[in-house]
Each structure stands twice: as structure tokens, then as C-alpha cells.
């Protein structure tokens, strides 16, 4: 794992800028260092935000420094959802409203531009040694070339 680092790395002809952020309960970034490890530069092809758990201020700053994706599995699809009618309730909700799937998130200041952020439901668990209604999950992501 790494922490609170950034990386380039070269796939065929493209750039990848990653920026790995540990963000846990226990462990949060100072706004000063989330600022010094985003990236500005404009020589990435695609521009990846990396952290565990999705947090209002680091959403707000991929998207400010204009991120194309966003990737965070904290929530665990919400472990544990009672499914009521048309309702999904989960102790997760209390807690963040990204608990699962994809959002997509425009650059007010730069039209046509948008962010899309993944929460995967992933395969553990926390506290509770138990999933209910909520499938584990891997993801496949492709990343094309628009070139």
C-alpha cells in the first residue's frame, strides 16, 4: 500500500498520474499535504485520486485540479442494508452519502470537464464478520485511449 504518495507511470504511449491518499478513521490528511500531492501538471494523459475512504474535501480537490477518476471502496457497499420498499437503509448512510457505484462530478470553472468516482463494494468486511444485502464485488475498469 501507499501512503500518501504520488505516482507516474508510463502505459504504452500514456501517462498515468495516481495520487494515493490514506484516509481511514484512525488516519486523515492535513488539507496542507492533500494540496502538495495533487497533481497541477497537465502532462497526464488520465489523472487517478486513490483513497480508501471517500471524503467531501478530497472529492472537492480531485475536481479542482480536474481528476478523471476518483477510486474508494471504504463503505463495503454498506455491509449491512435492510431493503424496505423502494428504501435502502444501511448504518453507512449516517456516515457518508457515496456508499456504493459510480458519481460523476462536473468542473464548475471548466466546462466540459468531469470527474467520475467509484465506491466498490469490495470483497471484506469490518467490525461485523457479516454482508447482508450488500454482494461482495470486484471491479474491472478499462481505461481507453481517446488519442
Same mark, same amino acid.
Given at each position: 500500500?501507499?501512503?500518501?504518495?504520488?505516482?507516474d507511470?508510463?502505459?504504452?504511449d500514456?501517462d498515468?498520474c495516481i495520487?494515493?491518499?490514506?484516509?481511514?478513521?484512525v488516519?486523515?490528511?492535513?488539507?496542507?499535504?492533500?494540496?502538495?500531492l495533487t497533481?497541477?501538471?497537465?502532462g497526464?494523459?488520465?489523472k487517478?485520486?486513490?483513497?480508501?475512504?471517500p471524503r467531501?474535501?478530497m472529492?472537492d480537490?480531485?475536481?479542482?485540479k480536474?481528476?478523471?477518476l476518483?477510486?474508494?471502496?471504504? &463503505?463495503?457497499?454498506?455491509?449491512?442494508?435492510?431493503v424496505?420498499p423502494?428504501?435502502?437503509?444501511?448504518?453507512t448512510?449516517?456516515?457518508?452519502?457515496?456508499?456504493?457505484?459510480?458519481f460523476?462530478f462536473?468542473?464548475?470553472?471548466k466546462?466540459?470537464?468531469?470527474?467520475?468516482?467509484?465506491?466498490?463494494r469490495?470483497?471484506?468486511?469490518?467490525?461485523?464478520?457479516?454482508?447482508?444485502?450488500? &454482494?461482495p464485488?470486484? &471491479?474491472?475498469?478499462?481505461?481507453?485511449?481517446?488519442?
Open positions: 500500500m501507499i501512503d500518501n504518495s504520488k505516482k507511470i508510463k502505459v504504452g500514456s498515468l495520487t494515493f491518499i490514506t484516509n481511514t478513521y488516519e486523515t490528511i492535513d488539507e496542507i499535504v492533500l494540496d502538495s497533481y497541477n501538471k497537465a497526464c494523459d488520465i487517478i485520486f486513490l483513497t480508501h475512504q467531501s474535501n472529492i480537490k480531485a475536481v479542482e480536474d481528476y478523471d476518483f477510486l474508494a471502496g471504504h &463503505t463495503h457497499g454498506g455491509q449491512i442494508t435492510l424496505f423502494f428504501v435502502y437503509i444501511t448504518p448512510m449516517f456516515e457518508t452519502k457515496y456508499i456504493r457505484g459510480d460523476w462536473d468542473n464548475p470553472d466546462i466540459g470537464t468531469s470527474m467520475l468516482l467509484i465506491v466498490t469490495g470483497l471484506g468486511m469490518s467490525l461485523a464478520p457479516i454482508r447482508y444485502n450488500s &454482494t464485488e470486484v &471491479t474491472l475498469i478499462t481505461l481507453k485511449n481517446s488519442k
